[in-house]
């Protein structure tokens, strides 16, 4: 041991040996390294070069070769209902209203939407009857004795209507109800407030918020909304009006939808979801229901007939006035059943859904107009012009009391309507508005003396949503309408010289009636007449109607004329003559006022009656 010790260092050992296993260790990895290559780098280079071909097979084939749909995966769990997009429809019980109507006596006043009855009257009551129609316009009485919750009996609206389904997703939008009123009856307002907690979905109101227009039925209505958790009362300070009071309700809302209704309305069965469905499918929809009469007298509610089709619209005439007028024929035949809206050129305005995003996008209302006039007008203009729609839903039906005049005052007066419709035709009629300022020339001398007010703000709106031009809304979403002469031969009122007074339509003349001579109040109205290129004499404000030659006298008749395919009569036809005489040619004779009548007769220089002049 101790020679090998001497021999030997353990540090030489120690070397040697480590000498030996690093070599037996280089040997046996080559060993394992060969055998390995050849099975799992071969299979990594194969692999590598396959993805390389099908990497540029797809670039190569791409835009060109459609793939095979993708294969069910077996082993997939069933799909789970997405929470916030559930599948399907509304079921009945997911829409079922705020509050349930408590059960109403089928033989009370009014029930079932019938006529109000009472036989005997006592002298107070009759006394009470007549104080309430002159302070309400309506009879008050009727209303004060029907139930707040009446009900209006079967959904009597077509069968499209009861079956149509609204699906969860996307889910229908929730509303916020926005009633306006100003010396509102009691009964009216709150027969209002229940019958939209009896037929709007618990799921979809969010709330009522009722805008008082100069504060009245004060602390009363605030108790009583107390109880009716959903319903908020907001009040106005001193009469600001309409605009001002939507506004004020639209800028308190919760709800994604804005919907407007006046103050003694009554809704159908099934009104609000049709209106919020349609939004949810068009967004930039300005959806009114169809509105059903309830008579100002009996308050019976004309209730939808299930056969009967939608068949009126909207429409404005060159005096600015809202009217209606029958869908045209080819409009109606897009409509395959009473579900499609129908699109309308203006609307009435009081009753709509609007969603809140769209209200403000597109410029709410404008708030330098006062109380209360030309405010639906404006709205329809510009909606369409600037890229919305304004349509009916005709599923949508509620009631509304239509007055034939209206109880309240004007804190300034009707001025402020012209005031409101000047504005609106500078900021959207462009030189159309002129056609508007010759009926009415009150409108004119406001434009001229520039005494509507600053419209520079709604001039930008217009210009920011790169609204559309009048001539486009004429052409486009309203060809139906006759556009009075741009630039008229000559307009105005036609005096006579003989009498000095002139040729007026007359009160509620719509054609068919003689016109009447009158003091002339150069006012336009009644007194304007317009000489068209095609020899007519024309009165057209609110219709188009032509100053005609009858059997018995001069008439005003609905103009021969019309547009396409048609032609002015030889009855419409007049030339004035180098003496001032209106000649009509095809008789010959001319027009003379004789025995307070405006007649034909045989033409004569001399005859001062016979002479008329524009003034
Ligand atoms: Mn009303």
Known sequence: MRLFRRRVSPIKLA??????????????????????????????????????????????????????????????????????????????????????????????????GKVFQKDQMSEAEEKEKAEGLTRHCFNQFASDRISLSRSLGEDTRPPECLEQKFRRCPPLPTTSVIIVFHNEAWSTLLRTVYSVLHTSPASLLTEIIMVDDAKHLHSKLDEFVRQLKIVRVLRQRERKGLI????????????????????????????????????????????????????????????????????????????????????????????????????????AGGLFSISQEYFQHIGTYDDKMEIWGGENVEMSFRVWQCGGQLEIIPCSVVG????????????????????????????????????????????????????????????????????????WFLTNIYPEVFVPDLHPKQFGAIQNTGSHTCLDAGENNKGGKPVIMYGCHNMGGNQFFEYTAYKELRHNIADELCLNVNPDAIHLEPCQRKGKGTAVSPQQQWEMTEEKLWRNPTSGQCLELKDNKVKLEQCNKENVYQHWDWS
């Open 15 to 112: 070397l040697l040996g480590g000498a030996l296993f690093l070599v037996v260790l280089v040997v046996l990895q080559r060993d394992v390294n060969t055998q390995q290559q050849e099975t799992w780098l071969r299979d990594l280079v194969e692999k590598r070069d396959q993805v390389l071909v099908m990497v540029k097979g797809a670039v190569n084939n791409l835009g060109f070769q459609i793939g095979a749909p993708l294969a069910p995966d077996a082993e997939q769990q069933p799909p789970t209902q997405d929470v916030r997009c559930p599948s399907g429809f509304y079921s009945r019980a997911e829409l079922g209203p705020v509050l349930e109507r408590p059960p109403q006596d089928p033989q009370g006043y009014g029930a079932d």
């Open 244 to 347: 001002t009071a939507r506004l004020l309700g639209a800028s308190e809302a919760r709800g994604e939808i804005l919907t407007f209704l006046d103050a003694h309305c009554e809704c159908f069965h099934g009104w609000l979801e049709p209106l919020l469905a349609r939004i949810v499918e068009e967004p930039t929809a300005v959806v009114s229901p169809d509105i059903a009469s309830i008579d100002m007298n009996t308050f019976r509610f004309n209730k939808p007939v299930a056969t009967s089709h939608a068949f009126n619209r909207g429409s404005f005439d060159w005096g600015l006035s809202f009217g209606w007028e029958t869908i045209p024929e080819d409009a109606k035949k897009k409509r395959l059943d009473e579900t499609y809206p129908v699109k309308t050129p203006t609307f």
């Open 400 to 471: 509304h009391v239509f007055r034939s005049k209206s109880p309240h005052t004007f804190p300034k007066g009707t001025e402020v309507i012209t005031r409101n419709q000047v504005r609106l035709a500078e900021v959207w009629m462009d030189e159309y508005k002129h056609i508007f300022y010759r009926r009415n020339k009150n409108a004119g001398n406001m434009a001229a003396q520039h005494k509507f007010g600053d419209i520079s703000e709604r001039l930008r709106l217009r210009d920011t949503l790169q609204c559309k031009n009048f001539t």
